[in-house]
């Protein structure tokens, strides 16, 4: 698929160009904002499939609760 199509002189290449798992979309892989670009079109898309974002999920913070005792150990 190196051969040039579209206007101008390269053309489009269709190796940047990848299908959605989500909605089945063809999209440049190198625009999408998700964060899986080769996988899925969007964020929206990434959420939908997954049930939350790989960026959702860098951020995210476990709270500690300490009003927890610490557990007692086994004997």
Same mark, same amino acid.
């Given at each position: 698929? +190196? ?18 798992? *989500? !909605?089945?979309? %063809?999209? +440049?892989? %190198? ?9 899925? !079109?969007?964020?929206? !898309? =990434? *959420?939908? +499939?997954?049930?939350?974002?790989? =960026?959702?999920?860098? %951020?995210?913070? *476990? ?5 927890? =005792? ?6």
């Amino acid at each position: 698929m +190196d051969t040039p199509i579209g206007p101008g002189p390269t053309g489009m290449n269709l190796n940047h160009i990848k299908v959605c798992a *989500r !909605c089945s979309l %063809r999209y +440049d892989w %190198r625009k999408s904002p998700s964060s899986m670009k080769m996988t899925y !079109c969007s964020s929206l !898309c =990434e *959420r939908a +499939d997954l049930g939350f974002t790989l =960026e959702a999920l860098l %951020r995210y913070e *476990r709270v500690k609760d300490e009003s927890k =005792e610490p557990a007692a150990p086994v004997v």
